[in-house]
């Protein structure tokens, strides 16, 4: 289970690429400025945190990052506010 959760968030990171207009409307409401390059910026995050949840060696590792990664996006949600 936790491998295809992974591979989700890999394949949602990888959308951030492929389709970067439709995450910049959620992404704007973090990061006001500059839209476009933190969309990228947090596709590649939740590319890198997807693989290693996939990958067993690193699944440990890769939930703290999500942990981390979404306190902080939250944060920056409610702090934009």
């Known amino acids: ?9 890999a394949a949602t990171g990888l959308a951030h690429f492929a389709a970067p207009a439709a995450f910049e409307p959620v992404t704007k409401m973090a990061f006001a400025d500059d839209v476009r390059n933190w969309t990228y910026r947090n596709g590649a995050t939740e590319l890198a945190i997807g693989l290693a949840i996939a990958a067993r060696p690193t699944r440990k590792a890769g939930f703290a990052g999500l942990a981390v990664y979404a306190g902080w996006l939250g944060k920056r949600v409610l702090t934009r506010r």
């Open 1 to 9: 289970m936790s491998k295809l959760l992974g591979l989700g968030i």
